[in-house]
């Protein structure tokens, strides 16, 4: 446990200390709050406050699966290649520990840019009514989407050592699960219901960012997180024993 | 402290070491010796429980390297041949991190990275990012980083690559003052170095041990040692006659010595090669001198290293046999 801290706090001082983190927040702050303004606020017709605060959720998950490919895709290709993993391997600090730790730290920061979105919806409560519960529905299902992509852009930052395809790797992933809806469309029972369950966002994010927060749609979440988290582990083993 | 048997790795259908065999001793600072891709890395990083062998065995004060990594990589420090440093921490804080990673108890973390900057010198960069240092900073900061927990066993990967030769010299320093408290194996393919430093020396060559033991031991084998003496004597020959032949003939009459020959003689100089049954210099020296020739040289025949060397390494039949590291 204490290693895990440990890790976390090298993390998070790694992303404090770099340029990849402030620069990955600006540029996804002002992509979000482009599109909301465009879109979300900037429509001619009358709607409803709680599409818009919706309509900002949708735009943020696509946002906060791109931060969390660009933060993760460093977390272990990086170490592979500076070689400072082999620090880690050489020190008492179990495979899963560095997992967590380094897990843990990217969705801290992730948390942080997900908190410097709130200007948004608070602009919509000035003239608009918006209930507490969307709001914390939709920031949960951020989060649960972005811990996703986190666990899948560390997975791919396992498997190479360069950066570059370690968030083309994720990116691949993510977008092969997204696109699974389409498949579940053309697809007959069972396969249809797989591929539908499968789909990264299709079926389970938008009751986030309507504010209902279903158990199935989070047990969706945190259980990929896991798979993907685990197969880190075990990707790393492999390596260890390899070279 | 260490026991290896019959040691090999394959990497995927290479085979990078073979039945590898030794023991190393407690306090012992041992060198690894070889051409690049020979097989020391690999060696190294095994015996530091960072891979697995594909076969053999080794124990590691007394435990298991299999079974019991985890214990044994707290009781070692390794440094690889790129120190596994965090460009955007300060040396202190990477220290203490690596100090905290290893299992260093939260009170003795302060006064183990002290003592770590002070063997290696790092007192006055402690405070600097590590991205910002010189490589021979950085290169003692990865020193620091293997130390920081005060293992009983170091293991450096070639600990001198890239320094310049003062920094060298006190990177040799720094070692000498480690063993003994320490056990230390080190690798690396510069031989003055390694004879200057290491108690002890294990040649490998094509992923097996071409020699094991002292550089005297060694050399010995390899037909030289301190037995093989180069002299240089000038003037004129007590009696008349050659200066060289004289002198040989000198020589030859001092007790232990087998053979005395005449290398090359001109300009009132002779330079001969004199072998002996052991270490016979001081003997050979005083009869030169009270014969009343002029000695002026007299050491045991040079560079025996780098022949020895050259002879242990020496190619396998074709260029096939050379393989990257």
Known sequence: MKSIALIIRREIGAYLRSPLGYVVIAVLLLIDGLLFNARAMGSD?????????????????GISVTAALFLSMRLLAEERQTGTLTLLFGSPVRDYQIVLGKFIASLLFLALMLLLTAYMPMLIMVHGKITRGQIIAGYLGLLLIGAMALSIGLFASALTKSQLIAILGGAGITVCLVVCWMLSTVTDRPFSEIFAWLAMWSKHFPPFMRGTINSQDVVYYLSMTYFFLFSTTRVLESRRWSS | MIEVEDLTKYYGGKRAISGLTFRIEKGEIVGFLGLNGAGKTTTLRILACLILPSSGRLRVDGLDGAAHAHEIRSRLGFLP??????????????LRFVAELKGVAAKDVTRRVSEALDTCNLNQTADQLIGTLSHGYRQRAGLAQALVHKPSLLILD?????LDPVQIVEMRELIKRLGGEHTVLLSSHNLSEISHTC???LVINEGRVAADGTEESISQGAGGGARVVEITVEGAAPGGGALGERAAQLIGKVPGVLTARVKSSA??????EVEASDDRRAAIAKAIVESGIGLVRLERKALELESIFQRLVAPGPGPSSRRAA
């Open chain 1, 45 to 61: 017709t009358k709607r409803l406050s709680a599409e818009v605060l919706a309509n900002f959720f949708e735009y943020s998950s």
């Open chain 2, 199 to 201: 108690d002890r020396l």
């Open chain 2, 158 to 162: 070639e600990p001198t690559g890239g």
């Open chain 2, 267 to 272: 300009d009132g100089r002779a330079e001969l």
């Open chain 2, 81 to 94: 041949d790129t120190p596994p440093l965090y460009d955007e921490m300060t040396v202190r804080d990477y």
